[in-house]
């Protein structure tokens, strides 16, 4: 780590920066997957998917922003490359040969879900550890997936909740 007048401890700063580079990895691959889907989406809806997808993968570089200059404010280096996005990525690989339409909307949102659940735990990681502005910058990161997911699933018909819908 890089010297700082950072307020934080060097421990804490230290667990943040891993937690974050882990995130960095993860929202990288997750912008790489989102972009498969919209250069291969075909189908029903296809220029509103298309152009939806876009904007979706648009919103996660601010994701991955967002996190590596907190890694930079933390003293530590951002791990960004694609390379290691590869090995470091806790997302499920994105399948190739799939083009319809409800597919990709699956498959992207699954990630996007994944993603939304890793950030979540990030949250109160971070807040146990002492990091109050780390778990702020990841509750903004789970309101935006959260986002991203509704106006993907808006595509969809809705199906009824567990129990039935409520009257």
């Known amino acids: 780590m890089y010297r700082t007048k950072n ?6 700063r230290a667990k943040s ?17 989102i972009k498969q889907a919209h250069w291969n ?12 997808f876009d904007k979706v993968a648009a919103e996660t570089i601010d994701f991955y922003d967002t996190i590596a200059e907190r890694v ?3 003293g530590g280096t951002a791990e960004g490359t ?13 399948a190739h040969g799939i083009a319809d339409v409800k597919t990709h909307i699956d498959a992207v949102t699954s990630a996007l879900s994944d993603f939304g659940t890793s950030a979540r735990k990030a ?16 509750t903004g ?3 935006g997936v959260d986002q991203q997911i509704w106006l993907i699933e808006s595509h969809l018909v809705p199906s009824p909740a ?4 409520r009257k």
């Open 7 to 12: 307020t934080l401890s060097e421990n804490i």
């Open 17 to 33: 920066i891993a937690v974050l580079n882990a995130h960095l990895a993860a929202a990288i691959d997750l912008h790489g997957q």
């Open 41 to 52: 989406v075909r189908g029903d809806g296809f220029i509103a998917i298309h152009e939806l």
């Open 72 to 74: 930079g404010a933390l």
């Open 82 to 94: 694609s390379q290691t996005a590869v090995k470091k990525s806790f997302l499920k690989p994105y």
């Open 123 to 138: 949250i109160d990681e971070t807040a146990d550890f002492g990091d109050a502005d780390t778990a702020d910058l990841f």
């Open 141 to 143: 990161i789970s309101r």
């Open 162 to 165: 567990k129990g039935g819908a």
